[in-house]
């Protein structure tokens, strides 16, 4: 898969992959935002679970000081056919750990459509050769086949499973020489 990384720009903002459009959230994208986390099987296997407007909003706003803070977070997915936000993905921090993690969530109209692992492969090209990061880890609950099968498409091993309360997870990684070696969609 191409993207188009301008990897002269380390605060990129917006990237192009052949049917998405990642591009920095704006507080204009409230509305799409809060259809999409307010779905109950969207938001199944999410730890925040569904969301209301105001929930919405907080992590909206929460996204957007990612970057101010971080020079990278989660990007709007947007859909290059209708040019509607279908979602989010890219790199944030896991938890309050410095460890760097790879996430997507897509509206339910939008699955099983191959965009999750589009959003993962250009988020790790990003997170290995724009920011330099030598480990990329994502986080799933078990149950979740669909984003486990997402994790393994890009190339990500299963390392273990974490233990978080109410909550039964698996942890996947790849670093940045394996990601070198392999041809990552």
């Known amino acids: 898969m ?3 990384i301008p990897t002269e720009n380390y ?5 192009e ?3 998405l459009y990642l ?3 704006t507080p204009d994208d409230l509305d799409e935002l809060y259809h999409i986390y307010s779905d109950p099987e969207v938001m199944k296997y999410l730890s925040e679970g569904v969301r ?7 992590d909206l706003f929460g996204i957007i000081a990612d970057w101010e803070k971080h020079a990278f ?13 279908i979602g ?4 944030r921090f896991l938890g309050k750990t410095s460890e760097v993690e790879v996430g997507y969530v897509l509206a339910k109209a939008y699955w099983g459509k191959g965009l999750a692992a589009e959003i993962a492969g250009v988020s790790l090209k990003y997170g290995f050769e724009v920011l330099k990061t030598e ?4 986080v799933a609950h078990t149950e979740n086949i669909a984003s486990r099968r997402v994790m393994e498409k890009v190339g990500m091993k299963y390392q273990h499973n974490l233990d978080d309360g109410d909550r039964d997870r698996v942890y996947y990684s790849i670093l940045r020489e394996t990601y070198k070696s392999k041809v990552v969609v």
Not at 11 to 15: Q, Y
């Open 23 to 25: 591009r920095q959230f």
């Open 52 to 58: 209301n407007r105001e929930e919405t909003a907080v």
């Open 73 to 85: 977070g989660l990007w709007a997915v947007v859909n290059k056919e209708n040019n509607q936000l």
């Open 11 to 15: 605060f990129s903002r917006h990237i």
């Open 2 to 4: 191409e993207s188009s």
């Open 88 to 91: 989010d993905g890219g790199l």
């Open 17 to 19: 992959t052949p049917r």
């Open 135 to 138: 480990k990329i880890v994502a």
